[in-house]
Protein backbone atom coordinates (compact mmCIF):
# COMPACT_ATOMS: atom_id res chain seq x y z
CA UNK A 1 0.00 0.00 0.00
CA UNK A 2 2.55 2.62 0.86
CA UNK A 3 4.29 1.42 -2.02
CA UNK A 4 1.39 2.48 -4.32
CA UNK A 5 1.28 5.81 -2.38
CA UNK A 6 4.57 6.80 -3.01
CA UNK A 7 4.61 5.79 -7.08
CA UNK A 8 1.20 8.31 -6.93
CA UNK A 9 3.08 11.07 -5.12
CA UNK A 10 6.08 10.88 -7.97
CA UNK A 11 3.58 10.99 -11.13
CA UNK A 12 1.84 13.80 -9.75
CA UNK A 13 -1.40 15.17 -11.18
CA UNK A 14 -2.68 14.46 -14.60
CA UNK A 15 -5.56 16.67 -14.51
CA UNK A 16 -6.38 20.39 -14.45
CA UNK A 17 -7.73 22.25 -11.37
CA UNK A 18 -10.68 23.63 -13.51
CA UNK A 19 -12.97 24.87 -12.60
CA UNK A 20 -11.55 25.52 -9.26
CA UNK A 21 -8.56 27.12 -11.24
CA UNK A 22 -8.63 29.07 -14.77
CA UNK A 23 -8.48 27.21 -17.45
CA UNK A 24 -5.11 27.98 -19.84
CA UNK A 25 -5.81 28.23 -23.52
CA UNK A 26 -3.25 27.74 -26.19
CA UNK A 27 -2.46 31.15 -28.28
CA UNK A 28 -4.75 32.00 -31.18
CA UNK A 29 -7.67 30.09 -29.47
CA UNK A 30 -10.48 31.02 -30.57
CA UNK A 31 -13.43 31.70 -28.32
CA UNK A 32 -16.24 34.05 -27.62
CA UNK A 33 -16.22 36.69 -30.47
CA UNK A 34 -15.72 40.46 -29.00
CA UNK A 35 -17.11 43.07 -30.43
CA UNK A 36 -16.03 46.97 -30.48
CA UNK A 37 -18.47 49.31 -31.59
CA UNK A 38 -17.19 51.98 -31.95
CA UNK A 39 -14.62 50.65 -34.26
CA UNK A 40 -17.23 49.34 -36.77
CA UNK A 41 -18.42 50.55 -39.64
CA UNK A 42 -21.32 48.64 -40.20
CA UNK A 43 -20.21 47.32 -43.50
CA UNK A 44 -21.85 43.59 -43.27
CA UNK A 45 -19.28 41.67 -44.16
CA UNK A 46 -18.99 39.81 -41.37
CA UNK A 47 -22.95 38.60 -41.70
CA UNK A 48 -22.03 37.77 -44.92
CA UNK A 49 -19.25 35.77 -44.16
CA UNK A 50 -21.16 34.02 -41.25
CA UNK A 51 -21.24 29.94 -41.95
CA UNK A 52 -24.06 29.42 -39.31
CA UNK A 53 -25.88 32.69 -39.67
CA UNK A 54 -24.88 34.05 -36.19
CA UNK A 55 -24.25 37.55 -37.34
CA UNK A 56 -27.05 39.54 -38.87
CA UNK A 57 -27.59 42.68 -40.23
CA UNK A 58 -30.88 44.90 -40.63
CA UNK A 59 -31.09 47.87 -42.66
CA UNK A 60 -34.07 50.04 -41.68
CA UNK A 61 -33.96 53.02 -44.19
CA UNK A 62 -37.40 54.44 -43.20
CA UNK A 63 -35.51 54.97 -39.70
CA UNK A 64 -32.44 55.88 -41.41
CA UNK A 65 -30.51 52.73 -38.95
CA UNK A 66 -28.63 49.49 -39.47
CA UNK A 67 -28.47 46.93 -36.65
CA UNK A 68 -26.20 44.60 -36.27
CA UNK A 69 -26.87 41.54 -34.21
CA UNK A 70 -24.24 38.35 -32.73
CA UNK A 71 -25.75 35.36 -31.19
CA UNK A 72 -23.68 33.11 -29.43
CA UNK A 73 -26.03 30.63 -29.13
CA UNK A 74 -25.52 30.00 -32.91
CA UNK A 75 -21.59 30.73 -33.35
CA UNK A 76 -19.29 27.77 -34.02
CA UNK A 77 -16.26 29.83 -33.14
CA UNK A 78 -15.30 29.87 -36.90
CA UNK A 79 -12.55 32.56 -36.71
CA UNK A 80 -14.49 34.10 -40.12
CA UNK A 81 -15.67 37.71 -39.15
CA UNK A 82 -12.54 38.17 -37.18
CA UNK A 83 -10.87 38.02 -40.75
CA UNK A 84 -12.88 39.74 -42.99
CA UNK A 85 -13.22 42.80 -40.07
CA UNK A 86 -11.65 46.09 -42.07
CA UNK A 87 -11.14 48.14 -39.17
CA UNK A 88 -11.00 44.71 -36.25
CA UNK A 89 -13.93 45.38 -34.68
CA UNK A 90 -14.23 42.03 -34.02
CA UNK A 91 -12.06 40.04 -32.11
CA UNK A 92 -12.49 36.16 -31.20
CA UNK A 93 -11.06 36.27 -27.28
CA UNK A 94 -9.89 33.12 -25.16
CA UNK A 95 -13.25 33.43 -22.87
CA UNK A 96 -14.80 29.74 -23.44
CA UNK A 97 -17.42 29.69 -20.63
CA UNK A 98 -20.30 30.92 -22.05
CA UNK A 99 -23.24 29.32 -20.13
CA UNK A 100 -26.05 32.26 -18.94
CA UNK A 101 -29.16 31.69 -17.26
CA UNK A 102 -30.99 33.51 -19.69
CA UNK A 103 -30.97 32.81 -23.66
CA UNK A 104 -31.12 36.49 -24.69
CA UNK A 105 -28.01 37.05 -22.42
CA UNK A 106 -26.17 35.25 -25.43
CA UNK A 107 -27.54 38.04 -27.98
CA UNK A 108 -25.54 41.21 -28.56
CA UNK A 109 -26.88 44.23 -30.33
CA UNK A 110 -25.49 47.36 -31.67
CA UNK A 111 -26.89 50.33 -33.92
CA UNK A 112 -25.78 52.62 -36.73
CA UNK A 113 -26.95 55.19 -38.52
CA UNK A 114 -27.49 55.50 -42.29
CA UNK A 115 -26.20 58.81 -44.12
CA UNK A 116 -28.97 60.66 -46.20
CA UNK A 117 -28.00 60.95 -49.95
CA UNK A 118 -26.96 64.82 -50.98
CA UNK A 119 -29.41 64.52 -54.15
CA UNK A 120 -32.34 63.41 -52.99
CA UNK A 121 -32.10 62.37 -48.98
CA UNK A 122 -32.89 59.15 -48.60
CA UNK A 123 -30.97 57.12 -46.29
CA UNK A 124 -29.28 54.35 -47.95
CA UNK A 125 -25.38 53.51 -46.11
CA UNK A 126 -23.85 54.09 -43.06
CA UNK A 127 -22.19 57.31 -42.23
CA UNK A 128 -19.51 55.72 -40.50
CA UNK A 129 -18.83 53.28 -43.63
CA UNK A 130 -18.62 56.50 -46.14
CA UNK A 131 -16.13 57.99 -43.80
CA UNK A 132 -13.91 55.41 -43.27
CA UNK A 133 -14.24 55.71 -47.32
CA UNK A 134 -12.89 58.64 -47.81
CA UNK A 135 -10.52 58.12 -44.74
CA UNK A 136 -8.91 55.49 -47.20
CA UNK A 137 -8.85 57.73 -49.85
CA UNK A 138 -6.82 60.37 -48.06
CA UNK A 139 -4.35 57.98 -46.47
CA UNK A 140 -3.69 57.00 -49.87
CA UNK A 141 -2.05 60.00 -50.65
CA UNK A 142 -4.61 61.79 -53.19
CA UNK A 143 -5.08 65.63 -53.55
CA UNK A 144 -7.79 67.05 -51.16
CA UNK A 145 -9.88 68.35 -54.41
CA UNK A 146 -9.75 64.48 -55.75
CA UNK A 147 -11.48 63.16 -52.03
CA UNK A 148 -13.86 66.31 -52.22
CA UNK A 149 -15.10 65.25 -55.77
CA UNK A 150 -15.07 61.26 -54.48
CA UNK A 151 -16.76 62.16 -51.15
CA UNK A 152 -19.90 63.26 -53.27
CA UNK A 153 -19.85 59.81 -55.12
CA UNK A 154 -20.13 58.02 -51.54
CA UNK A 155 -23.08 60.48 -50.10
CA UNK A 156 -25.08 59.39 -53.28
CA UNK A 157 -27.52 56.18 -53.52
CA UNK A 158 -27.42 54.24 -56.11
CA UNK A 159 -30.45 54.84 -57.56
CA UNK A 160 -29.11 58.88 -57.86
CA UNK A 161 -26.27 57.62 -59.29
CA UNK A 162 -27.71 55.44 -61.76
CA UNK A 163 -30.51 58.70 -62.89
CA UNK A 164 -27.52 60.61 -63.27
CA UNK A 165 -25.51 58.16 -65.29
CA UNK A 166 -28.46 57.91 -67.34
CA UNK A 167 -28.60 61.74 -68.31
CA UNK A 168 -25.14 62.08 -69.26
CA UNK A 169 -25.09 59.52 -71.47
CA UNK A 170 -26.28 60.91 -75.28
CA UNK A 171 -28.59 59.04 -77.80
CA UNK A 172 -26.47 56.65 -80.06
CA UNK A 173 -26.52 58.27 -83.93
CA UNK A 174 -28.45 55.09 -85.24
CA UNK A 175 -31.65 55.73 -82.84
CA UNK A 176 -31.75 59.60 -84.07
CA UNK A 177 -32.00 58.24 -87.67
CA UNK A 178 -34.47 56.50 -87.29
CA UNK A 179 -36.56 58.57 -85.37
CA UNK A 180 -36.27 61.63 -87.84
Same mark, same amino acid.
Request: glycine share 6%; aromatic share 6%; charged share 20%.
Given at each position: ??? &?????????????????????????????????????????????????????????????????????????????????????????????? &??????????????????????????????????????????????? &????????????????????????????????????
Amino acid at each position: MFK &LLKIIAKAGEATEKYPFAPMPVSPGFRGKPEFTAQQCIACAACAVACPPNALTVKTNTAEGRRTWALNLGRCIFCGRCEEVCPTRAITLSPDFE &LAVGNKNDLLQQATFTLASCVCCGTPFAPAKEIEYAVALMQASGLPE &LEVEATRTQFATCPDCKRKAALASIEPAQHLRKGNA
